[in-house]
């Protein structure tokens, strides 16, 4: 028998901080099943959602042991039974991973991976995912915004915030406003008088929602929360305005599908074009960890690089 291949990949056994993230070499590379691809991952993107579920605080936990990671790009390296849409060579990104994306090899089954545009290079096809699908599903499937609206970004510089508002731009919002600006609530309601703001996506609600339903004139969608917050349920009633709480673990198999075909055609034409922050080694993702919930300023996608 062909001994089976080994890989470096991250791995938890225990939920805890940073620090539980152990990188070993010796894991066993996964073999595609019916209907799943084999990826040879070159980068993966990393999203706050992942060290929430590593800590334990998330309410989806993995069976432990388990790889982090869900965003990866690459190249397929081998697909199991009854795939017909990619082979062996094919420049992929995903939107899900069964074995876990922080690895040189991530299995994958075949309806959660796309082609990769050959405009786009690997980091930026691993900073799709969850940003683009999240910004999409929020922006366009929840709040159905529309051309014309106004729409108010918290947290524009990350990467769900850098998608929202490219894909809010292409479908032709009036504004497309980026917070941390001092006195930026007195500066909004300048520009939009009365009506307020149509559609706000709220990267951080913990901090900022009060402050939303005092600007807005239609709904909150709530893609990212780190804490809890203290509103007067009141502000809402006077505009008939709504909170929505996006997780992309919500969407069906079918919005997925609608999702991506939307997307793909912002490759192709050239509005959706992912913004790349920091980069770290595998050998770093315990640093990548905590940057990312505690360190502010950065611009753009964090990425794993492999």
């Known amino acids: 028998m ?3 291949k080994l890989m470096r990949a991250v791995r938890v056994f225990q939920f805890g901080g ?3 993230l152990k990188l070993q070499s010796d894991v066993a590379v996964p073999i595609p099943k019916d209907s799943e691809v084999l990826i040879k991952v070159h980068a993966c993107g990393v999203n706050p959602v992942e060290t929430y579920i590593r800590s334990g605080t ?3 936990k993995p069976a432990l042991p388990y790889t982090p990671g869900s965003d990866v790009a690459g190249v397929i390296e081998a697909v199991g039974d009854n795939v017909s849409a990619f082979k062996k060579g094919d420049r992929v990104f995903t939107t899900g991973t069964i074995s876990g994306g922080y690895a040189e090899y991530a299995l ?4 959660t991976v796309y082609k990769l545009p050959e405009k786009l290079d690997f980091k930026q096809g691993a900073a799709i995912g969850i940003p683009y699908f999240s910004a999409y599903r929020a922006l366009i499937h929840s709040a159905r915004a529309k051309a014309g609206e106004t729409v108010l970004v918290h947290g524009a510089s990350g990467g769900v915030g850098i998608a929202t508002c ?6 032709g919002t009036k504004d497309c406003f980026a917070k941390w600006k001092v006195n930026y609530v007195d500066k909004i ?6 009506e307020g703001i149509d559609v706000i996506i709220e990267m951080l ?3 900022n929602l009060n402050k939303d339903l005092n600007l807005l004139s239609y709904g909150v969608q709530v893609v990212g929360n780190r804490g809890t917050i203290e509103i007067n349920p009141r502000d809402t009633m006077v505009k008939e305005c709504s909170i929505i709480g996006v997780t992309l673990f919500a969407t069906t198999k079918e919005e997925f599908q609608q999702f991506a075909a939307a997307l793909q055609a912002g490759m192709e034409v050239g509005w959706l074009k992912p913004v790349i922050g920091p980069q770290y080694p595998l050998e770093k993702v315990a640093q990548a960890h905590e940057n990312i919930i505690h360190s502010s300023g950065a611009a753009g996608k964090m990425i794993l690089l492999l």
Do not use: F, G
Not at 108 to 111: F, I, K, R, V
Not at 166 to 171: D, E, G, L, S, W
């Open 189 to 194: 309601k300048t520009i939009c008088l009365v």
């Open 166 to 171: 490219q894909i809010a731009r292409a479908y």
């Open 18 to 20: 940073p620090e539980v």
């Open 58 to 60: 998330y309410s989806r």
């Open 205 to 207: 609600a913990n901090v």
């Open 108 to 111: 994958a089954a075949d309806h």
């Open 2 to 4: 062909t001994p089976q």
